[in-house]
Nanobody, 116 residues
Framework: QVQLVESGGGLVQPGGSLKLTCTASGFIFSDRTMSWYRQAPGKERELVGSISNLGRSIHYGDGMKGRFTLSRDNAENAVYLHMDNLEPVDTAVYYC?????????WGQGTQVTVSS
């Protein structure tokens, strides 16, 4: 079955960097666009960005371009989210996502906390 497993979250100071990893299984990874979303406490889930199946096209959500970078390694069935210059407002649970035949799949999420 489809599985998405996020890792790499944690506590980071303002201005710091963090790299999240999502490892996928149960489907042909190189066929699918992959996305990162985040959900802060009391807020709706929002798109961080999406990367096309071969990585040639990347779309960032509103306000995400610049400090967030998506990449993927199809040989490793992995998609990455590199985050720079983190701010307290970036504190959220970050989720990996893909859609297959009209169904959305989500990982369990990884917590990122930006605080001094």
């Amino acid at each position: 079955q489809v599985q998405l497993v996020e890792s790499g979250g944690g506590l980071v100071q303002p201005g710091g960097s963090l790299k999240l990893t999502c490892t996928a299984s149960g489907f042909i990874f190189s066929d699918r666009t992959m996305s990162w979303y985040r959900q802060a406490p009391g807020k709706e889930r929002e798109l961080v960005g999406s990367i096309s199946n071969l990585g040639r096209s990347i779309h960032y959500g509103d306000g995400m371009k610049g400090r967030f970078t998506l990449s993927r390694d199809n040989a490793e069935n992995a998609v990455y989210l590199h985050m720079d210059n983190l701010e307290p407002v970036d504190t959220a649970v970050y989720y990996c996502n893909t859609g297959i035949l009209g169904q959305q799949y989500w990982g369990q999420g990884t917590q990122v906390t930006v605080s001094s």
